[in-house]
C-alpha cells in the first residue's frame, strides 16, 4: 500500500502542478487579450474621432458646433434607417415562418387539461353570477316499472341453492329428479 498511496500522492502533485501552469497561461492570455482590445479601441476612436481643437473666438466656436450637429444629425440617420431595416427584415421573416407552418398544415395545439366540472357550475361559469340555473339532471328522468322476466322468477322460486343440493343428494333425490324428467 506504501507504494501505491505515493505513487497516487505524485499523480495528484502532477494534476495541481498542470492546473496551477494552465491558470498561469490562461492568465496571461486574457492580459493579452485586453490590451489587445484596448489598442483597438484606442485606434477606432483616433481614426473616428479627431482630437478636439477649441477655438479662441465665438463665431469658429459657433461654427464648429454646427459642424458637430451635422454629424449628429447624420449619424442619427443612419441608425434611424438601420433600425427601420432590421424591423422590416424581422417582420418577412415572422410572414415567411407563418407561410411555412401553413404551407405544411401542421398547428402546435397545446395540451388539453380534463377540467371535472359540474353541470352547474359549467353553466354558473358560462352563464355568470346573474342566472341561477339548477340543473338537476335526474329529475327529468322517467320512471320505469321493472317487470320480472322467467328467469328472475325461476331463480326466485329456487331460493337457496344449498336447499336444492341437499334435496338432489342420496338415493331419494336422484329418484326424485328420474321421475321429474321422464
Not at 485606434?43 to 454629424?71: F, R, T
Amino acid at each position: 500500500m506504501g507504494d501505491e498511496e505515493k505513487r497516487n500522492r505524485a499523480i495528484t502533485a502532477r494534476r495541481q502542478h498542470l492546473k496551477s501552469v494552465m491558470l498561469q497561461i490562461a492568465a496571461t492570455e486574457l492580459e493579452k487579450e485586453e490590451s489587445r482590445r484596448e489598442t483597438e479601441k484606442q485606434n477606432y476612436l483616433s481614426e473616428h474621432c479627431p482630437p478636439l481643437h477649441i477655438p479662441g473666438s465665438m463665431s469658429e466656436v459657433q461654427e464648429l458646433c454646427k459642424q458637430l450637429h451635422a454629424k449628429i444629425d447624420a449619424a442619427e440617420e443612419e441608425k434611424y434607417d438601420m433600425e427601420v431595416r432590421v424591423q422590416k427584415s424581422s417582420k418577412e421573416l415572422e410572414d415567411m415562418n407563418q407561410k411555412l407552418f401553413d404551407l405544411r398544415g401542421k398547428f402546435k395545439r397545446p395540451p388539453l387539461r380534463r377540467v371535472r366540472m359540474s353541470a352547474d357550475a359549467m353553466l354558473k361559469a358560462l352563464l355568470g353570477s346573474k342566472h341561477k340555473v339548477c340543473m338537476d339532471l335526474r329529475a327529468n328522468l322517467k320512471q320505469v316499472k321493472k317487470e320480472d322476466t322467467e328467469k328472475e322468477r325461476d331463480l326466485r322460486d329456487v331460493g337457496d341453492w344449498r336447499k336444492n343440493i341437499e334435496e338432489k343428494s342420496g338415493m331419494e333425490g336422484r329418484k326424485k329428479m328420474f321421475e321429474s324428467e321422464s
